[in-house]
């Protein structure tokens, strides 16, 4: 009788039910079928499974009411470990952003900078993309042969001697005239001849 009366409390219940809550249980009864029918002595759950009592969990507010397998405890450890799971998928690592600068290129930088100590990070960051090798000038810079400050700079002795052949030498000089006011010349000579010709 007291079993009569209980499946008649259960039909009753159902009835009051949801289409959506009856299809939810139908599913959490049929999958833990489908577990014990299993060919093995102790039924194991696939991460499969517990992904599916997880999602259960959250979306079937009386889904404890048709778990026979295991204890509720159990499906809300499955669904906190998913949780962390997911997360750290989330916050993994991603290879975006600038690429990673071979020894070849560096090497590169620091020989072509040693061999032309005037030039600066500007001259071989537009030399590096005449090859193909695009840079950033701040990157060059970085990887650029250090030397002491007064080092690269040209002293005037150097810079006379390199280009002593193309000056010219200027001077101005006062040419009293009669009847005419004072006029400025300036001859112009060229280093090594005595010729020279006034403006």
Known sequence: ???????????????????????????????????????????????????????????????????????????????????????????????VGRQAITSDIINLIREMSGANPLWGAPRIHGELLKLGITLAQRTVAKYMVRRSPCSPNQKWRTFLRNHLGQMVSVDFLAVPRPWVWRKSESPLAHPGSPRTSSG
């Open 1 to 95: 009788m007291v079993i009569w009366l209980s499946l008649i409390l259960r039909l009753a219940a159902a009835s009051l039910k949801s289409r959506r809550s009856v299809l939810l249980e139908n599913l959490a009864l049929r999958h833990q079928l489908l577990v014990l029918n299993r060919r093995s002595k102790r039924p194991r759950l696939t991460p499969l499974d517990r992904a599916l009592w997880a999602w259960l969990s959250q979306t079937w507010r009386a889904w404890r009411t048709s778990l026979r397998m295991v204890q509720p405890n159990t499906v809300v450890r499955w669904h906190r470990a998913g949780f962390r799971l997911f997360w750290r998928w989330k916050s993994r690592p991603r290879r």
